[in-house]
Each structure stands twice: as C-alpha cells, then as structure tokens.
C-alpha cells in the first residue's frame, strides 16, 4: 500500500469507530482531537505492518495469486454489505441528520399515580433528562428520572437528532394512567397501567433513515476498512509458514480430540435431558415405536433410530449417538489435517472451536435428520479435501473407495437434496483428475446402485410409505408466489389450480411454504397422484415471468445470505412455556417431558442462547458462508490447489436458496462445520513446505 492509502485507511477507520462511539450532539475539540489520534495511530499502524509484513510477502507471490488476494478482498466486504441487505440502520452522521421534536403531555385525568419516565434514549446517545424542557408539576430526581402529576399543561418537550430510532421507558401504574406522545406532531396516547409493576412500559418509534448522504459515507468507510482488513489478513494467512510436528502422531492419538467435545456437549445433553425433541422427532418416535415407516422424512434414518432403541428404548439414546458420530467425524477431520502437516496446538484449538461454539452445543443435541445429515457432509468434505490436496491420488486405494461411497451414500439418503448435493461437487472432479477417474466412476455407480437398491427393493421389503408428491411442495411455493404476484393464468391452468387449492386465494409467504400447503382448502393428493401437470405449469410459470420466481428465491434464500433477517429464524424447539419455564420437548402422548438431570444450568444456558441469537451473528447461517468463502480461497492459495474445495459448502448452500421451503436455521448446519473446520485448514503448511504434494501422507 502506498502511503497515500495508508493514511485513507487511518480516515477510515476513525469514520468508523467515530460512528459507533464518538458521535454527540456537538463535535468538540476533544473529540476532534480523539478522531485526529485514531487517524494517526491507524495510519502509523497499518504503515508499519504493510513495510514490514504485507509488502514484503505480496511481492513473493506470482500474479495470479496476487489477483486472486485483491479479489477476495474487494468481494468479501462486497458481500458483507450485501448480506447486510445495505440497511446500515444506524449509520447515520450527527451534523447530517433531520430535527425531530417531541412532547409528552400528562392530560387531566382521575388517578392518584403519576407518571415516571425513567430512560429517553436516541440512536446516538441517551438524553439526560435534566434537559428537557419541562411545563407544570415536574420533579427530576436524577438525570435518568422524571416524574410528572398529571393537570392542566404538564408537559415535557425536546428538540433534536434522533438518528433512526428513539426509545422511551416509564415506570407502570397500579391504574389506568393515559400518557399523550407527540413525535413531529404525530400524537398517540400510550396507557402505563400493567398488571406486573416490575416490567417496564416501552415505547419505541423508528425514523425514516433519510441521511442518504451520511448513509453514503459510512457504507464506504466501512467497505474501504473491510477491503483493508481482509486484504492484510488474506495476505498473512495466505503466506504465513509454519513448522511442521517434530514426531508423527501415536496411531489412537486423534481419538483425544474428542474429550472436549464429548465433555461439553455431554452437559449440554445433561442439562436438556432427554434432548431436544420437536414436533418432527415426534412424528419419527411414532414411526419406530409402532414399526411403520414413511418416507416423509427419510426412512432410513428413523430406520437408524430404530436399531438404536434396541439397545435402550429411550430417545436420549440418539442425542448419545449424535454425540458421538460428531465428535468422531470432527476429530478424524483433525487427524486428516495433521497427516497432513498442521501442528498438534492448532488441531487442540480446532477441537475446542468444536466444542464450545453454542450453536454446536444445542444443534448436536437436538433430534433431526439435519444433525446426522451435516455430520456425513463434513465427513464428505473431509474426504473432498484430501482428494484435492492429493491431486486426486487419494483414491488409489480401494478401502478409501469404498469409504468414499459410504459416505456420500449417507449424505444422499439422509435428506432428499443431499444426493443432488453429492452430484453437484463429484461431477467436476472427473475433468479434474482424469487418470483417476475409473475409480470416481466406480464411487458414483456404486452410489446410484446402493441408493437405489436400498430406497426400492429394501423400502419395499420393509413397507415403507412413500411420497411422492413431497418434492412438488417446492414447485407449490414458486407457483403461489406467481398467483401472489398477479402472473396471468389460462382458463386450463385456472381450473387445475382450482383443484388444489381454489383461486385466487391461495395463501403466500415467501419465506414459508407451509402457509400455503397446511392450508385447511388444500389438497395435495391432487399431485401427489400424478405430479407431471404441476411441473409442467411451474416451468410455464417461469418461463412466462421470470424474474417472479427471482424476487421468490431472494426472499426464500435469505436464510442463505441475510445477515440481519427480516424473518425469525427457527433455531431449536427451546422455548418459554406460558409460565416462563424453559421446555424443549414437544407434547405428545409417550409421556416423553423435559428432565433435566442439571436443574441449575437450565435457566443461564437458555438465557445464554437467547443472548447469542440477539447480539452475536452465530445463528446467521450468512455468517459461516461468509467465512467460507474467506476461508477456502486462502487455502487454495496456500496449497496451489484447485478451487473445486469450495464446491461441497456451496452445492448444499445453492439448494436452499433454490428450494427452501422454511426459515429453519438446520438447513444449513453443514456450512457452520465445514466453516469451523476450514478455520484449521488456514494452518496447513504452505505447498513450498510439503515435501510430499501429490501424495497421501504416510
């Protein structure tokens, strides 16, 4: 970076933090001055570590690697502000925002209380309610309390810059007490009376963010910042070296990565005894109590529900193996990556990520096909790694083959997108490695082969129901968006339609296709019988008006890409029950109830799950997918290998945004794994350091 870019990387950076914590009423020399040290610091700073570390390691690498480093660093802070929907909420300049003026008035009225506002707080800044211009019979006890008898013109009034939201907190009353809020002369009379005098009375009121020019300025502070960061970051993780292990691993050794995440997830299951067990883990219970399958959700694993309840009948027996299965698949994840070279501290630190993200700590314990199913994409990811790594050489093996195929086998049969997922990454590695592909060709015939014979002959021999309209329920999505929209329809068409659901009101939510399909008038046996006439509208849909199923998968797809969801996200069946107990097990008539087996860690763990979905973005599927596609391009860098690595994550990933049907974070599980792991793939040895590049490590 030449010095020019270095001191607009220290204004940056000052714009930023000016943002979010220097910004009052008025600058002030001092914070001017504030800002003037941010910019020196930042600048001094990144000019130091740019001569020293950054220019230094960029001019060693070869022009295309180079290009594919400033790449990554114009996209990643691209796609943020784009995951970010560009709201930027609050980003707004003080100097460039609107007045705005409000009053509060306490009209004459039959009560004996009195009305206490105890906190007034804009997007800037909290007012001190000394401040306020006050009319009548009003008292301040404090800076943040104000209390107010109610009479002939009692009243409070402010002027100032709000920014985009302002918040207003009262005390409650024991009766009826009626408070008049004036904002910009938009008046609402708001009642304190609450039967709970503990809670509070909140009012909020948001702004139009129309500081287009502030906005402007902050989003491209922000965008220049993150193109500076991930540039020096992209460079250092793309270059750094590191010394391989002095010994090779005991052969069991790797089996010790699994203690802290059985530990940790073990008080989890504890805590939540029996487990996590939704309206789905019902449905499945059901099957495998009374012996009779379907294939709603995949049969072959409430098959393997099943043949667990032989041991112990019991459902914590699935959170067990889920435990397991996890732990294992992750720790042999580390194995693979320190046979190839990465140092035993980095594979205890990729254990413990493992081990004490949250997310993992509810997901693994919770009952769905999703869990077992993103366990068996990180164990295929793992194996995609290795025959990337090894130019394909991996193969030649025929054990490996055929633990290949187990694999993608398990991930086709546990849920109905994961055999197209499979596809979507194996295709291309016959151009990619052409001397092996009799072996890839082996591995994708014995896939279809098994799959077949266990979802045909096997499914028939045990009896198992099927479905086969179920796929049609993602093609019943994309035509009510099109009736929603208004997308002219035949007489033909018309009348079909009127057989599934009548027109035109057939209900819509992009986000959910329940709403459509469990509506009272719907029927999907129409199509469940014969589901040809329901493709062949939903292409004539599309190719009548396109860009309808567009804006569809943009809305669909957010669980995919949005950081800030305008939707709540479905996490896990953990809730408070109308008497503010915590319950994760839903009703049903086995007489299965929540039984924790560590009473104490109920209430702190579930307040700490809603703490980490309200202020941390670690139930943004968005979030891992971003650091994928950070993380994966620098590993290609570092090991000069093919960008194919990118294909599993982001094959799963494009299936939902084509075909999601709900805001159900399990979804995308496999990106939050596969993510975790790819932050321990950043400390391979670099591929000038690998003694042995085409080949397994012994």
Sequence with gaps: MKKIWVLFFGCCTALVLFQDYFQLSLLGYRRMGLMGVVVAAASAGAYLINLRVLQPRFNRMAPGQKATLIGLALAIPSL?????????????????????????????????????????????REINLRTLNASGNWSFPGKSHAIGKPGEAVSLSWQGKVGTEAQLVFKPTAESFIVQINWDGNLENINLQRPDLNAEVNYAVSFPEDALPSRILLLGAVWLFGVFLFFALGVFLATQSYRPPQNAPKRAEWLLYTLPMILVWGIFLLTYWPGMISADSINQWQQVQDRSFNDWHPAIHTMLIWLLTRFWNHPAVEGIFQILALSLTAAWGLKTLGD???RRGFLWVGA??????????????????????STALLA??????????????????????????????????????????????VIPLFFLFRRQWKPLLIAVILLVGLRSLIRGPIYDALKV????????????????????????????????????????????????AGETTYSPNFSRSVFEQSPWPLRKLSLDLFLRDPWVDIEHMICNGQLVWALPLEIRIRQVPLYYNSEGASTWVQENSFGLTEASLLPKQVAPLHEFYRWTFLNAPLW?????????????????LRRKCSPLLLLPPISQALLIFVFNVAPSFRFMYPATLIAL????????PLAEDNKEKTSHPA
């Design 80 to 124: 943020f502000l784009l995951m970010q929907g560009f709201l930027a909420k609050n980003f707004c300049i003080y100097a460039l925002a609107p007045q705005h003026t409000l009053t509060i008035t306490l009209p004459q009225q039959s009560t004996n209380d009195q009305a206490e506002l105890i906190w007034f707080k804009t997007s800037f």
């Design 340 to 342: 190839f070279g990465v």
């Design 352 to 373: 413990a990520l493992f081990a004490l993200l949250p997310v993992n700590g509810f997901m693994v314990i919770t009952y769905w096909k999703d869990i077992l199913y």
């Design 380 to 425: 295929f990811f793992i194996v995609y790694l290795q025959l990337i790594l090894t130019r394909g050489d991996w193969l030649n093996h025929r054990g490996r083959l055929a633990g290949m195929t187990a694999i993608m086998l398990i991930v086709s049969l546990f849920r109905h997108n994961g055999f197209l997922t499979v596809m979507i990454a």
């Design 465 to 512: 129901t099927r479905h086969p309209g179920q796929s049609s329920l993602v093609l019943v999505h994309h035509v009510a968006a099109h009736i929603h929209a208004g997308t002219p329809l035949d007489a033909q068409e018309q009348a079909y339609l009127n057989t599934i659901h009548p027109l035109p009101n057939w209900p819509y939510d992009c986000t959910y």
């Design 620 to 636: 943004r599927p968005a979030f891992y997918l971003l650091l994928l596609l950070f993380c994966i391009p620098l590993v290609v």
């Design 677 to 684: 792991f790819c932050i321990v793939c950043l400390f391979l």
